[in-house]
């Protein structure tokens, strides 16, 4: 079988028509629609004219603290990740830009490569001064790190996006493969130094790096500072990593870190996963009535982006917003922003410890894992667990009064959310997706445990 076969393509192979399929598949995904319904049912219209800006120390750039990435953007009914629904994309872009967003996040590897195209459409229509485009340099596999590739992805980009030059450009993911990736991808082909140049001539106007992985790595392109001139750099910040980022995750590293050698630096931070992909937008129940008590009006995401936008080096926030709901929520809280508070800081600190008691699989739902070789919807099983696992809803033993109702609502949810066929059972143990994970999950080994753990419900009689 193709290791690059897409979802569509896998289900086309087990005889499974797309539209019928597509139904089950997207259950998690219909979920949240009806969950973002209940959660904004009383949501007001977001102001214009208030939006929260902050300023590029070097450019002078006036950005938008809340930044739109464009990484989960939605799908056309039937279709598969790649098939976005560019009228909802470009309905979604007007909206924001009419009320101040100003940044919009893509890279060639997102939305199984259409990404950069569909936010290129959906901003063509708007003055070219008007907004701020940062894509990345996402040339992930070996077999991308040639000079001759990289520069094609690099041109590439602005093909797809049509533009002339790119306001905001990275080194994806640093960190990921350590210290013989960033020399493969970045260093010994001469590729940093090139687009040193593309910054020199205009067509980069800041040149800065993501990180996720190798600590080593992020210290070293900082130490680098002197001779790069690093313009921005992207970190995964929110009140969960602040402190408890390497206890989620012995290989992630507390955002407090690295927050403050940006700061340390005068270097602005991008901040990427200030909901941890969903996780601190869907806290356990006991949790998120703790902070609607503190904030009735509030949505229990908006602690999370108030939280994020509110340290002075933090240049924008990013958010990808797939349904207007959490566009209109994410604007609510921008426009301007409150700071937290001391005292608020606090709560929210008190709230990362018990969340940390709830040991979930550390997922963001990027989907670079994507698409398995085997067909495992790997993000969608991992969701499901979580989502689970908070909601306190997960059959744990027969001991629970209600353990065979919480075995058959689990079962059900999981053929729900995912197709037989793409459940953790038909993991291989192969190990392509390990690589490519910014949380360092060992992905084999989490489906491994949650296939175990099936069967056996399955056995409960």
């Not at 990345?136 to 590739?149: H, M, P, T, V, Y």
């Not at 410890?353 to 990027?366: A, E, L, M, R, S």
Request: net charge neutral.
């Amino acid at each position: 079988m193709s290791k690059n076969i897409s979802r569509r393509g896998f289900l086309k192979l087990l005889g499974v028509s797309t539209v019928s399929a597509t139904a089950v598949l997207t259950g998690c995904k219909d979920n949240k629609v009806e969950e973002a319904k209940e959660e904004y049912k009383n949501q007001v219209e977001p102001p214009k004219g208030k939006m929260s800006y902050r300023t590029n120390p070097k450019t002078r750039d006036k950005v938008s603290l809340i930044g739109y990435g464009m990484m989960r953007l939605p799908t056309t009914i039937g279709g598969d990740e790649g098939d976005i629904d560019q009228e909802q994309v470009n309905r979604l872009v007007d909206y924001a830009i009419a009320h101040g967003v100003n940044y919009f996040d893509t890279s060639p590897v997102y939305c199984q490569g259409m990404s950069e195209r569909s936010t290129g459409i959906a901003l063509k229509k708007h003055p070219r001064n008007t907004y701020y485009v940062a894509t990345k340099l996402s040339n992930f596999g070996e077999d991308k790190w040639s000079r001759e590739e990289s520069v094609k992805m690099y041109h590439n980009s602005m093909k797809e996006l049509q533009i002339d030059y790119i306001d905001y450009y990275l080194l994806h993911g640093i960190g990921m493969g350590g210290m013989y990736s960033l020399h493969g991808r970045y260093l010994d082909n001469g590729i940093l130094d090139f687009l040193l140049e593309e910054r020199k001539a205009g067509r980069i106007r800041n040149l800065g790096f993501s990180y996720h992985g190798e600590i080593e790595v992020f210290d070293y392109l900082l130490s680098m500072h002197d001779k790069y001139q690093w313009d921005f750099v992207q970190i995964e910040l929110n009140y969960l990593d602040w402190n408890y980022a390497d206890e989620i995750n012995e290989r992630n590293t507390d955002a407090v870190y690295l927050y403050g050698e940006l700061e340390k630096r005068n270097i602005p931070a991008v901040i990427m996963e200030p909901l941890l992909g969903g996780r601190l937008a869907n806290v356990p129940q006991y949790i998120a009535k703790e902070m609607k008590q503190r904030a009735t009006e509030k949505s229990v995401a908006s602690w999370a982006f108030r939280y994020a936008g509110s340290p002075q080096g933090v240049l924008t926030v990013l958010s990808g917003m797939t349904y207007m709901e959490h566009l209109k929520d994410n604007l609510l809280t921008y426009s301007p922003l409150v700071p937290v508070t001391e005292e608020e800081q606090k709560f929210l600190y008190d709230i990362a410890g018990k969340i940390v008691g709830v040991q979930t699989i550390p997922c963001n739902d990027c989907k670079y894992c994507m698409p398995c070789p085997f067909g495992v919807d790997i993000p969608a099983i991992f969701v499901h667990y979580n989502k689970c696992k908070n909601a306190g809803t997960l059959p744990v033993n027969k001991e629970q009064a209600d353990y065979f109702t919480l075995r058959r609502n689990f079962l059900i949810g999981l053929d729900r959310s995912v197709p037989r066929l793409r459940q953790a059972s038909h993991c291989i143990g192969c190990g392509a997706c390990e690589p490519k994970c910014p949380q360092n999950i060992k992905i084999p080994r989490e489906l491994q445990k949650i296939d175990v753990w099936v069967e056996q419900l399955k056995q409960v009689k």
